[in-house]
Every structure is written in C-alpha cells, then in structure tokens.
C-alpha cells in the first residue's frame, strides 16, 4: 500500500514536472521568435540623412513616336487643281460667319412656381389638370402624399401664349403663399447653335467632295473618320436645338398643393390618479398636436404644464397640489400654428391621511448592490487572470516540495 501511494505520489510530481517543461518552453520559444521581423512586419524605414536628398528626380518622358502600319507611302508629287488635296483632310479652314444676323422674336423660357393652401388637394389637382388641358397643354407629374395633412405636386406644360392666363386661374383655385416667376432668354444661346450647325453641315458637304475624290485607302479612312465625328456633332446640335425650341413653346407651371391648417379637434378630456399632491389628465386629437394644461383655484387659472411632443393621445401629471381642495383646469393642442382650446373642467384631490405610511423607494439599493456584486465580480475575475501563470509556473515546484517534506516527516515518524 505504502510502495503504491508513493508510486502515485511520484507520478503526480512527474506530471507537474512535466507542464512545467511546456511552460518554460513555450515562453522560451516565444521570446526568441517574436521579434517583428519574423512575423511579417514591414521593417522601419530610416529616415534620410541631412547629406541625402529629400527629393526623387522626375523620370524623363519617353519621346513621342508615330506608329506606321503597312509599307511606307513615298512623298506625293505636287498634283494639278483638279486633284485630290494632300492630307490631312479633315483640318478644315474656318468659314466666316454671316456679317448679319436677323432676330425675328426674342425666345423666353418662361417658368413659374406657386404654392397654394386648398380645402381639398385631390380636387384641386383635378381642377388643374383641367386648366393644363384646356389651354392645350398636359400634366408632366403628379404626386399627393399624407394622412392627415394632404399635400400635393403638380407640374404641367402650356402654350407660352397662354402662359399668364393659365397662371391666374390657377391662382383662383386657393389662397396663394408663394409665387416666383422668370423668364430665361435663350435666343443668344439659339443663334449660336444655328451658326455652328450650318458650319458642321458645311463641313460635312466639303468632306464628302472630298471622299468623292480620293483614292488613297488611308486618305479614305481619315477622311471618313473625320466625318462620322462632323455628323456626330450634327446629331448633338440639332438636339440642343430642338430642346430648346420645346422649352420655349410650351412653359413649366409647378403648383404646391397643401390642406388648410385648421386646429386639432379635442375630444375624451378626463382625469385620472388623482391624489392628495398629484393628478393627471389625460385627452385625445385628431392630428399629431402639442399638449398643454393651464389650471388654478378659479377660472383665471395661473398655472400651466406644457409638452412640446407633437401626438394624438395626451397625457399630462400635475404636482405639487394641495390636498381636499378644487381646482379648474381647461386642455390645449396646437398643430400646424392653430390652436384649439377645451371647456373648462374640475378636480378635486383627496383628502390627508392622519397616519402616513412612509414611502420606501427598494430600487435604489438593489440598484446599488447589483452594482457593487458587478465591481466584485471584475476585481476577483482581474486578480484570477494575472494570478494564473504565476500559479501555473510557481505551483508545481511548490508541490513538490511540500510532498517533499511531508514524506521526510512521515519517515522521522516510523522510525
């Protein structure tokens, strides 16, 4: 039995040893490899030495060269005025623009925005879609959006000769905020795209002559370059051209719809938890609205409380009451700048217990304690975590030789 505990004893003090070892070793074998530059770090740059330049010279550009694709063509022989002309073909000479110029009428993009308050925003688009339609002009958009407050966009297209007509009857539809009119004058801005498309079409039929008469297939292919970009920049000219000529025959008219702001209606005023020094009051509104209780002894009332939150089911707690005595209060809720005020109501608060029970407030401490366990828990769980290596390193020979000297002790004793 004796020969067995000792075996065990043994075993016990090999395995101790032996966690030891793997300790000692890692962290051996951790400090010599954990230096940066065998982990993949980027090493540290030196900084430059003051005789070193700080600078690094610009590398010289490579010189322009001209790639020349097939056999090289031999220099062409002075050619007779009926000719091709030599290339480049497609820099054409600058052609003279007209000394004079006749402007028959001024054209004017004429654009107006108006915001209006209606009764009914989804009448009031249908009214103006009729107006749009019966000047000849149509609906571009519509959009109408909201719950308790409509409001809506419209924006629509008319004859510019109909342009101030139209505008005053849309201003007969509801009360006008906001009006702004203009008008942007665009006939330079059309003179100039006429000019440089007869220049580009001018353009064009010289290239053509010319691809008539050339015979040369890389004289071909510039030259037929050259125009597809010619009639590109056609295409984009007559464009422009024909926008404009759209924005000015037909003007830009946007309305902004919105429901007259009436005040919110109060409705379900009551009291509720009334107490010696507290009550609270509670209503209901149509619309989301702000809440506000004036209350006093008498009708003049004094005093008030006051909640900006803008909602539909109000509640407001009043303190600091005395007890069994009457009071007069009334409820108020603003929404969209109107303001709509209640009846005039009453409470009366209860009357003062001759024994009060002391109001003991448990949150507070278990709040506390809840606290004080969580600062307990995080120093024990920090001194654990430093502790453990230390005990991990110091703790088996520790062991050993308290077993150690618990076996001489035990010996000492048999004899």
């Known amino acids: 039995m004796i020969k067995r505990v000792r075996f065990l004893k043994r075993k016990t003090l090999l395995i101790a040893a032996i966690l030891l070892a793997v300790v000692v070793l890692s962290l051996v074998i951790g ?174 039929e010289r290239l053509l002559a010319i691809l008539d008469k050339a015979t040369d297939v890389d004289d071909i292919l510039k030259v037929e370059k050259e125009l597809m970009r010619v009639r590109e920049t056609i295409e984009t000219l007559e464009g422009q051209l024909r926008y404009l000529e759209r924005r000015v025959e037909y003007s830009t008219i946007s309305v902004f719809l919105e ?43 004094g005093y008030e409380v006051y909640d900006p939150r803008p909602v539909k089911e109000h509640s407001i707690t009043i303190t600091g009451l005395k007890d069994s005595t009457t009071y007069h209060f009334r409820v108020k809720s603003t929404a969209y700048g109107k303001t709509a005020t209640s009846n005039d109501y009453t409470f009366t608060t209860e009357s003062e217990p001759w024994i009060k029970i002391p109001e003991i407030d448990w949150g507070y401490p278990i709040e506390r304690g809840l606290w004080g366990f969580l600062v307990l828990a995080q120093v024990l769980i920090t001194i654990f975590v430093f502790f453990a290596p230390l005990l991990v390193i110091v703790g088996p020979p520790v062991y050993y030789f308290y077993r150690r000297r618990v076996r001489s002790k035990e010996a000492s004793e048999e004899k």
């Open 31 to 204: 400090f010599l490899t954990y230096p940066e530059e065998r982990v993949g770090l980027p090493p540290t740059k030196a900084p430059p030495s003051a005789a070193e330049p700080s600078f690094v010279p610009m590398p010289t550009p490579p010189a322009k060269t001209k790639e020349v694709t097939g056999a090289p063509i031999p220099s062409p022989t002075p050619p007779p005025e009926s000719a091709v002309p030599t290339p480049p073909y497609y820099e054409s000479e600058p052609i003279a623009e007209p000394s004079t110029l006749e402007i028959v009428e001024r054209m004017v993009i004429y654009t107006a925005q108006i915001s209006i308050e209606v009764e009914d925003v989804e009448a009031a688009a249908y009214r103006i879609q009729s107006i749009a339609e019966g000047s000849g002009g149509f609906v571009q958009r519509i959009s109408i959006s909201g719950e308790e407050r409509k409001s809506g966009l419209i924006t629509i297209r008319v004859p510019q000769d109909k342009f101030y007509e139209v505008l005053r009857q849309i201003e007969s539809v509801g009360n006008v905020t906001n009006k702004e009119v203009s008008g942007e004058d665009v006939t330079e801005k059309y003179i100039d795209l006429e000019a440089r498309l007869k220049n580009a079409k001018r353009e064009e």
């Open 259 to 301: 429901e007259t702001a009436r005040p919110p209606v109060i409705s379900n005023v009551k009291v509720v938890e009334v107490s010696t020094t507290k009550v609270t009051i509670e209503w209901i509104t149509d619309v989301p609205s702000t809440s506000l209780v004036e209350y006093g002894t008498t009708k003049s009332y």
